[in-house]
């Protein structure tokens, strides 16, 4: 009954039961798992709970990666957030700091949750987290708001894929962004066909996004890009609310997305074989991680 596959049936099923994207979300998995609804929505709150536990670990402690390539960036952005000389406003330096402490914490071993995965983990929290401050959202807004990313994501990964290796960057931030920003929608009143349009903005923004993992670890430069991914949510979910119209409807842009992915060259698709993995230093870098390896450092 509450079952779909494409953006347009969630659409009709929001119109059919007169309910949010996120509560559609929660009686699709109720009826697939025959678990309860408190159920559903403690294990969301859970994930919520480890999103803000990884953005206070990467913000505050001195992190560094297992590689030694990343690690204290999301500190140095909040020292700077702290005494007012950001450039951007408030608001999006602590989402991108935010989004870079969970990438941080990914790197150093810590615990995240993979959203839709490992490597694009921190634009959700970044974003949504952040957002739900400022406005003075509650926990329970938020793991709402996380159903809704989770319903944008399902799609995502029923007619495209959410694969690095199979899509590029774009499948991964691009896909992680999109389910930000039907979330942050939701969470600030935004109507369903609002959150799918904030969605088609944030992928039609990274579409062609390539994979080019330095030393093929998930640091160099997946970790800044998290930091735009969440950015990118935030601004379309404002054109959405603004009213502006994607024009091409949030499927096609999927579709479009997958295409996409499908024509990006091998070398640029999660292999570290071509893109920054291949420039001079990022050789270099890769040799001496190996180096240090064999060494057993």
Same mark, same amino acid.
């Given at each position: !009954?509450?079952?779909?596959?494409?953006?347009?049936?969630?659409? &009709?099923?929001?119109?059919?039961?007169?309910?949010?994207?996120?509560?559609?979300?929660?009686?699709?998995?109720?009826? $697939?798992?025959?678990?309860?609804?408190?159920?559903i929505?403690? @294990?969301?709150?859970?994930?919520?709970?480890? !999103?803000?536990?990884?953005?206070?670990?990467?913000?505050?402690?001195?992190l560094?990666?297992?590689?030694?390539?990343? +690690?204290?960036?999301? @500190?140095?952005?909040?020292?700077?957030?702290?005494?007012?000389?950001?450039?951007?406003?408030?608001?999006?330096?602590?989402?991108?700091?935010?989004?870079?402490?969970?990438?941080?914490?990914?790197?150093?071993? +810590?615990?995240?949750?993979?959203?839709?995965?490992? +490597?694009?983990?921190?634009?959700?929290?970044?974003? =949504?987290?952040?957002?739900?401050?400022?406005?003075? $959202?509650?926990?329970?807004?938020?793991?709402?708001?996380?159903?809704?990313?989770t319903?944008? +994501?399902?799609?995502?990964?029923?007619?495209?894929?959410?694969?690095?290796? &199979?899509?590029?960057?774009?499948?991964?931030?691009?896909?992680?962004?999109?389910?930000?920003?039907?979330?942050?929608?939701? =969470?600030?009143?935004?109507?369903?066909?609002?959150? =799918?349009?904030a969605?088609?903005?944030?992928? !039609?923004?990274?579409?062609?996004?390539?994979?080019? #993992?330095?030393?093929?670890?998930?640091?160099? #430069?997946? &970790?800044?890009?998290?930091?735009?991914?969440?950015?990118?949510? %935030?601004?379309?979910?404002?054109?959405?609310?603004?009213? %502006?119209?994607?024009?091409?409807?949030?499927?096609?842009?999927?579709?479009? %997305?997958?295409?996409?992915? @499908?024509?990006?060259?091998?070398?640029?698709?999660?292999?570290a074989?071509?893109?920054?993995?291949?420039t #001079?230093?990022?050789?270099?870098?890769?040799?001496?991680?190996?180096? $240090?390896? &064999?060494?057993?450092?």
């Amino acid at each position: !009954m509450y079952q779909f596959n494409h953006g347009y049936e969630l659409l &009709e099923l929001t119109k059919k039961f007169n309910l949010p994207i996120s509560q559609i979300v929660v009686l699709a998995e109720q009826e $697939k798992t025959g678990e309860d609804l408190d159920t559903i929505f403690q @294990k969301m709150r859970n994930n919520l709970k480890v !999103m803000k536990e990884a953005i206070n670990k990467g913000l505050n402690e001195d992190l560094k990666s297992v590689s030694g390539l990343s +690690g204290g960036d999301a @500190k140095k952005l909040y020292e700077r957030i702290i005494i007012g000389n950001t450039l951007s406003c408030e608001t999006m330096a602590k989402a991108a700091a935010s989004a870079l402490a969970v990438t941080e914490v990914n790197a150093s071993m +810590g615990k995240i949750v993979a959203a839709p995965t490992a +490597g694009s983990s921190g634009v959700i929290p970044g974003a =949504l987290i952040t957002v739900a401050r400022k406005f003075g $959202k509650s926990d329970d807004d938020m793991t709402r708001a996380l159903f809704t990313a989770t319903g944008i +994501g399902i799609i995502i990964a029923k007619n495209a894929t959410l694969s690095g290796a &199979e899509g590029g960057c774009q499948a991964e931030v691009g896909s992680a962004s999109a389910m930000a920003a039907a979330a942050l929608v939701e =969470l600030m009143g935004g109507t369903a066909e609002q959150c =799918l349009t904030a969605a088609s903005f944030a992928i !039609m923004n990274l579409l062609g996004l390539v994979c080019d #993992p330095v030393a093929g670890l998930v640091e160099i #430069p997946c &970790e800044k890009r998290n930091a735009l991914g969440a950015l990118n949510a %935030m601004i379309c979910a404002d054109f959405a609310i603004a009213g %502006m119209d994607s024009v091409i409807p949030f499927d096609e842009v999927v579709e479009a %997305m997958y295409k996409v992915g @499908k024509a990006i060259p091998y070398a640029l698709r999660e292999t570290a074989e071509g893109g920054l993995a291949k420039t #001079p230093t990022g050789i270099r870098l890769k040799k001496e991680i190996f180096e $240090k390896v &064999e060494r057993g450092d």
